[in-house]
C-alpha cells in the first residue's frame, strides 16, 4: 500500500490557484500518488477532516412564522388594535368584522409568498452524483459527498463532474461548462497544460474541469482540489447567500406610503378624540369616532385590489410566454431602466449558422437562419448562384463540411435540429441549401478510418473511398492549423497551384475579416491518399486548400424589434455573455444594441483590473461584458442599482444565479436554464426569447397604470369618509357620526373590490411603449394624482356630509340618513369609475363605427353591476340591517341618491384635467 503524506487540516490549507501550478506540485501538495489514489482509511481520515462534499441550503421558515409576519404591516396594527378594544368592550361583531378584514389579508400575502426560495437545494442537487476513483490501487464507484481532496477521478462521456479537478490525463476530452460559464459550446480540455496565468478566466481553465459539468466527449482522469462550498459553484452558493434579496419598487413605494399614512392617521384619531371630549362627549363615543376615522382613512380593499390586479397580469403575461413566480415581479418589470440579457438564445436563435464562405479567391453568402436547410448561396454581388454552375472549389468546401462530420440533421416535432455539435450542424445546413444529400455523399464516398479532434492538432481528418480513384483524404479544422497543412490551393477551374507563403497570407487575412465580423471560421482541406488507414503523419503536407465557412448564431429577428422598441421606451439594453468579445460586439451591432454611436465592450479580465468608480462607469457605458465570471456579474447589477436603474437580469446557469437573485427581476430561461437559475429568478421565459421580455415590459407598464387608476380611485373614498368623521367632530357632532366604522368597511372591502378589481382589466393604450420609464424615485402619490385624490374626496365629503345631513334634519331617522348618505357615494363612485376607465370611449367608437372590441373593458360593466347588488342587499336585507345598521330605501329615495351624485360629471372632468389616466 502506497504510504499516504500527510494533509493541513482545512483551517490551515493555503488558498492555491490550482489551474497555475504544475500537476506534480499539486500531487505532492494533496499527499497521493496518482497511479494509486488514497487508502480507505486515508479518505475516511480527510472525509472527517473536510466534511461531506455537498451544498448546504438554508432552511426555510416555518409556514406559521410566515403567516404571522404577514401581520406585520403598520396599516394592520391599528385595525388589530381597534377590534381588540372593540372585543373589550363587548361590540364583538364589530371586532370580528374588523379582525376578519385582517385575516383576510393575510391569507392574500400567505398565498402570494409562500413558495421559499429553493434555490440552494437545487444547486445543491446538480453536484450530486456518483463517482468513478481509484483508491487503493483499484477502481471503484462512490458517493460525490464522499469525495474528499486528493481523490483520483476517473472521468468518460456523459459523466457529471463531481468536484473541482485539476486533470492529469485526457484524451478527446470535451466537457460542457454551460452552467458556469454561459458558454454553450463544449470546452475542449488539455491537461497536459502544466501551468495558467493566475487570471485566467474559468471558460480558459483547460486544464481544470469544476463541480456540476457534464462531459460531453472523451476520456479524463484527475485529482479532486476542492470540495463541497470551496468548488466554484460552492463559491456561487455562497454569493447567493449573501446576495440582498430586494423589495420591489412597487413594494418599497407602499412601505413609504403605509408608514406616512399610519402617521397621519394616529395624529388625526388623537385629534379627533381630544376635540370630542373637549366638547363633552363621553370617551365611549370619542373611541368610536376616532375608530371610525382610522377604519375610514385605512384603504382595507387596496391590498387585495393590488394583489389581483398583479395576478391578472401574470395571467396576461403568462399568454405572452413569461411565467411569473412572485407576484411584484409583474409591476418591477414595467418600470425597469435597463435589461441585462444573456445572448445565445434569448438575443441570438441558438443555433449556428454557416452565413460567408471564400473558397476559390472569391466570397459567396447563404441566406437562410438556424437548422432549416432552406436558403440559397449568393455570389459576391447578392445575385442567387445557380447550382449546375457552382465553381469547383465552393462545391468541395461544402462536400468536405459534409463528410468529415459526426454530427446528425434531424426534423423532429416540425422543428429542425442538430444531434451533436452545433458546429458541424451549421456545415451539414450549408451544404443541404446547396442541394447536397448526405446518404448519397456517404454511398458515393464511404468513410473507411478517422481522426477524431483532438485540441492538440485542432482538426478532425477522415478517410473516404473513391470508387475505383483511391482514396480521399479530408480534414477541417482551425485556419493556422489546417493551412499550415496545405501546399497547394484549389483554383476556380478546378485545378490545384501551389500554395506560397503570399497565398497562406491571403487567406489568413480573409480569416481575420471574417472573424471580426464575429464569424466562426474554420478551414477545409482535402488530397488524393492511397491506403485505408490515416495517422497525423499523414496530413503533415501535400494537402491542398478547399475554403473557409464562417459561422454565427445569428440574432433573432423578432429580438431585434424588441430591442428597438425597449430603446424606443427609454430602456438600455446591456449583453452579458460568456462568448467570445469580438463575437457578442459584432452581435450587438447588428442588433443596434448600444445607446451611443459604437458598441463599447469589456471583458472579465478588463473589469477585474477597474476599481468601483471606474466599474460604475464602464457599467454605464458599455453594452456588451463577455467572459465575465459570476461574481462579477452580481458586481455588474450592484453597480447599475447605485446609479438609481432598476435592472432586469436574464439567465440560465448556476453562474446566473447570483446576479438573477440581486436584480430588481430575474428572469430565468425555461428551455434552457437550470434548475437553480429558475429557483433564483422571479420569472421565467417559456421560449427564452428576448421579445418576450419586451412583451412582458409592456404588459407590466400596463399593471401599474392600472394600480395607479386603482389607486386614484379608491382613495377618495377613505378621504371622503375620514373628512366626513373629522369635520363632524370638529363642529361638535361627535355622538352622531354621518357614517359608522363598519359601513365604512363595507365600502372599503366589499363595494371597492367590487368595482375596482374591473380596472385590473383595462387594456393597453397604443402608446405605452412610447414613453420613459417611470422615475424609481418618484413617490407613489405623485402631485398630479394628490390633486385629483383631494378634489375627489372634497366631494365625496360634502355628498355624504351633506345627503346625511338634510335626510336627518328633515326626518329625523339616523340609519336612513346614513343609509342614503353611503348610496349617494356609491352613486357617485359609479359615475366616477366610468370617467376613470376607457369604457366610455370604447363605446364611443363603437358607436362611430369604428371596429373597437369591448373586450376587456366590458369588465367595468360587470363591477357595475355587481356592485349594486351588493347595495341593494346592504339596505333591503333585514339581517344586513341588523348588522350595518341600516335602513331599506323607497323607489324614490334612491333617486335622490342618484340625483345627488350626478355633479360628479364635471367634478370628474375636472379631475381628469389635472391628473389624465390613459
Known amino acids: 500500500m502506497t504510504q499516504q503524506l500527510s494533509t493541513p487540516k482545512p483551517q490551515d490549507r493555503p488558498t492555491l490557484i490550482w489551474h497555475q501550478l504544475e500537476g506534480q506540485k499539486i500531487t505532492q501538495q494533496l499527499g497521493v500518488d496518482p497511479e494509486t489514489g488514497l487508502s480507505a482509511q486515508e479518505a475516511q481520515s480527510r ?134 460559464t454561459g458558454e454553450s459550446v463544449a470546452v475542449e480540455k488539455q491537461p497536459h497544460l502544466e501551468s495558467l496565468a493566475a487570471d485566467t478566466p474559468l471558460a480558459e481553465r483547460h486544464n481544470m474541469a469544476y463541480a456540476g459539468s457534464f462531459v460531453t466527449f472523451g476520456q479524463g482522469e484527475g485529482i479532486v482540489v476542492e470540495t463541497g462550498l470551496n468548488t466554484e459553484t460552492g463559491r456561487i452558493s455562497k454569493l447567493m447567500n449573501e446576495s440582498t434579496t430586494l423589495v420591489t419598487p412597487l413594494t418599497r413605494k407602499f412601505d413609504r406610503f403605509s408608514k406616512t399614512l399610519l402617521y397621519v392617521i394616529l395624529g388625526v384619531a388623537a385629534l379627533t378624540f381630544a376635540v370630542g371630549m373637549a366638547w363633552g362627549n363621553s370617551p365611549l363615543q370619542m373611541f368610536e369616532a376616532a375608530v371610525a376615522l382610522a377604519v375610514s382613512a385605512i384603504p382595507e380593499g387596496l391590498p387585495a385590489v393590488v394583489t389581483i390586479t398583479l395576478a391578472i397580469g401574470v395571467s396576461r403575461m403568462a399568454r405572452r410566454n413569461a411565467i411569473v413566480r412572485k407576484l411584484p415581479a409583474v409591476e418591477t418589470l414595467g418600470s425597469a431602466t435597463v435589461i441585462c440579457s444573456d445572448k445565445t438564445g434569448t438575443l441570438t436563435e441558438n443555433q449556428m449558422t454557416v452565413q460567408s464562405i471564400y473558397a476559390g479567391d472569391r466570397h459567396y453568402d447563404l441566406t437562410g437562419e438556424g437548422y432549416n436547410p432552406h436558403g440559397e448561396l449568393r455570389d459576391g454581388e447578392d445575385n442567387p448562384l445557380p447550382l449546375d454552375a457552382m465553381p469547383a472549389p465552393l462545391r468541395q468546401c461544402l462536400i468536405v463540411g459534409m463528410l468529415c462530420n459526426d454530427s446528425e440533421l434531424e426534423h423532429k416535432d416540425r422543428a429542425w435540429g442538430v444531434v451533436g455539435d452545433p458546429t458541424e450542424g451549421a456545415l451539414l445546413v450549408a451544404a443541404r441549401k446547396a442541394k447536397f444529400d448526405r446518404t448519397e455523399l456517404n454511398h458515393s464516398y464511404p468513410r473507411i478510418d478517422s481522426i477524431p479532434f483532438e485540441s492538440e492538432f485542432q482538426y478532425m481528418a477522415t478517410l473516404h473511398q473513391q470508387d475505383t480513384e483511391g482514396q480521399w483524404l479530408l480534414a477541417k479544422g482551425s485556419v493556422e492549423a489546417v493551412v499550415g497543412r496545405c501546399d497547394r490551393l484549389l483554383g476556380s477551374d478546378g485545378t490545384a497551384a501551389p500554395l506560397d507563403d503570399a497565398g497562406r497570407d491571403r487567406i489568413l487575412l480573409q480569416a481575420e475579416r471574417m472573424a471580426s465580423r464575429g464569424l466562426r471560421v474554420l478551414a477545409f482541406a482535402g488530397k488524393a491518399f492511397r491506403g485505408h488507414h490515416i495517422d497525423h503523419a499523414d496530413l503533415k503536407e501535400g494537402m491542398a486548400f ?86 462579477q456579474k452580481l458586481r455588474l447589477v450592484e453597480a447599475l442599482q447605485s446609479k438609481g436603474h432598476i435592472v432586469a437580469m436574464t439567465g440560465d446557469g448556476v453562474n446566473d444565479a447570483p446576479a438573477l437573485k440581486q436584480a430588481d427581476i430575474g428572469i430565468a430561461m425555461g428551455n434552457a436554464g437550470t434548475e437553480v437559475a429558475k429557483e433564483a429568478a422571479d420569472m421565467i421565459l417559456t421560449d427564452d426569447n428576448f421579445a418576450s421580455i419586451e412583451a412582458a415590459v409592456e404588459e407590466g407598464r400596463n399593471v401599474f397604470r392600472n394600480l395607479m387608476k386603482a389607486i386614484a380611485f379608491i382613495l377618495p373614498v377613505n378621504g371622503g369618509e375620514s373628512m366626513t368623521i373629522l369635520l363632524s367632530v370638529l363642529i361638535g357632532r361627535g355622538d352622531v357620526l354621518p357614517i359608522l366604522s363598519l359601513q365604512v368597511l363595507w365600502l372599503n372591502m366589499v363595494n371597492s373590490i367590487a368595482m375596482t378589481v374591473p380596472l385590473a382589466f383595462e387594456p393597453k393604450s397604443h402608446n405605452l411603449m412610447n414613453r420613459p420609464p417611470r422615475n424609481p424615485n418618484e413617490p407613489l402619490l405623485s402631485k398630479d394624482l394628490l390633486k385629483r385624490i383631494v378634489l375627489i374626496s372634497v366631494f365625496n365629503w360634502i355628498l355624504i356630509f351633506g345627503m346625511f345631513e338634510w335626510i336627518r334634519r328633515t326626518t329625523g331617522d339616523i340609519p336612513l340618513a346614513r343609509t342614503m348618505a353611503i348610496q349617494a357615494l356609491v352613486a357617485g363612485r359609479i359615475i366616477y369609475l366610468l370617467s376613470i376607465s376607457q369604457f366610455w370611449a370604447s363605446v364611443a367608437a363603437r358607436l362611430r363605427g369604428l371596429k373597437v372590441p369591448l373586450g376587456d373593458v366590458s369588465a367595468i360593466g360587470y363591477g357595475i353591476v355587481v356592485a349594486i347588488i351588493f347595495q341593494i342587499i346592504f339596505s333591503q336585507v333585514g339581517l344586513m340591517n341588523f348588522l350595518f345598521s341600516t335602513a331599506p330605501l323607497t323607489l324614490n329615495q334612491w333617486l335622490i341618491c342618484l340625483g345627488v351624485s350626478l355633479p360628479m360629471i364635471v367634478v370628474a372632468l375636472i379631475a381628469n384635467r389635472l391628473n389624465p389616466q390613459n
Not at 52 to 72: S, T, Y
Not at 137 to 165: E, F, H, N, W, Y
Not at 561 to 588: F, N, P, R, W, Y
Open 47 to 180: 472525509l472527517e477532516r473536510y466534511g461531506a462534499n455537498e451544498l448546504k441550503g438554508k432552511a426555510g421558515k416555518p409556514a406559521i412564522v410566515l403567516f404571522l409576519l404577514q401581520f406585520n404591516q403598520p396599516l394592520l396594527y391599528i385595525l388589530l388594535i381597534a377590534g381588540l378594544i372593540k372585543a373589550l368592550l363587548g361590540s364583538w361583531v364589530n371586532a370580528g368584522v374588523i379582525w376578519g378584514v385582517t385575516v383576510i389579508n393575510a391569507i392574500i400575502g400567505f398565498v402570494q409568498e409562500s413558495k421559499a426560495e429553493n434555490a440552494i437545494a437545487a444547486l445543491a442537487s446538480s453536484v450530486t452524483t456518483d463517482a468513478m476513483v481509484r483508491r487503493d490501487g483499484q477502481q471503484m464507484q462512490v458517493s460525490s459527498r464522499d469525495l474528499v481532496p486528493g481523490d483520483i477521478v476517473l472521468l468518460t462521456s456523459g459523466d457529471k463532474v463531481p468536484a473541482d479537478l485539476r486533470l492529469l490525463r485526457g484524451r478527446t476530452l470535451q466537457i460542457n461548462e454551460s452552467s458556469l
Open 546 to 631: 478547399l475554403g473557409l465557412q464562417g459561422m454565427i448564431d445569428p440574432p433573432r429577428a423578432e429580438a431585434i424589434k424588441a430591442v428597438q422598441a425597449c430603446k424606443t421606451a427609454g430602456i438600455e439594453v446591456k449583453m452579458i455573455t460568456g462568448d467570445h468579445k469580438v463575437t457578442a460586439a459584432a452581435i450587438a451591432d447588428r442588433m443596434n444594441l448600444s445607446m451611443l454611436d459604437e458598441v463599447i465592450a469589456y471583458t472579465g479580465r478588463d473589469l477585474a483590473q477597474l476599481e468601483q468608480s471606474e466599474l460604475t462607469n464602464a457599467v454605464q457605458n458599455g453594452a456588451v461584458f463577455a467572459r465575465v465570471a459570476p461574481e
